[in-house]
């Protein structure tokens, strides 16, 4: 059974799949904690809670919007199996990302920061963080898809339209 579980875990489409989780979990998570923070009253005005939402969408979407490029615009997965310990890695940085990110928002629930401060890290630091999701988002839904000359099995070209 063990052996089995590892043997997905190899697969291109568990590790597409488990990624792409992680990114709109990290988003469901955002905008869930954004609305619990406005019903506890932390956040008062609801022009703070739209910049909040706002900040998710610039945060999260483009990743989101990449993966689902991958996972719907190729025609098929040609690599049938990935190297499992480049995946943890890719999976722990999305995770790290989501983190940072709703930890960010979760410091307004200890008077520690406001919705401009979110605000002010989402535009500033946060954009350098992105080299965390940025580089595993593409490699695994842009050359793991079949995208690529890389990634065609050994004999077949990289002629336009060709299988």
């Not at 040609?78 to 999305?94: E, L």
Request: hydrophobic content about 50%; charged content about 10%; some cysteine.
């Amino acid at each position: 059974m063990m052996q089995r579980a590892w043997q997905s875990v190899k697969t291109v489409q568990f590790q597409q799949t488990v990624l792409c989780l992680l990114l709109l979990g990290g988003l469901g998570a955002y905008f869930f904690l954004a609305w619990w923070l406005r019903i506890n009253n932390y956040v008062l005005n609801p022009e703070n809670l739209e910049a909040l939402h706002n900040v998710a969408v610039q945060l999260f979407l483009p990743y989101i919007g990449i993966a689902f490029g991958g996972i719907f615009g190729a025609a098929r997965i040609v690599r049938r199996d990935a190297d499992p310990y480049t995946f943890v890695i890719a999976a722990t940085s999305v995770l790290l990302w989501d983190l940072l990110a709703l930890g960010n928002v979760f410091l307004i629930t200890f008077d520690v920061q406001a919705v401009e401060d979110v605000v002010q890290f989402s535009e500033t630091t946060m954009p350098v963080l992105s080299m965390l999701v940025a580089g595993s988002i593409a490699y695994y839904f842009g050359a793991q898809s079949g995208g690529g000359a890389a990634s065609r099995p050994s004999g077949q070209g990289a002629t336009p339209g060709a299988p």
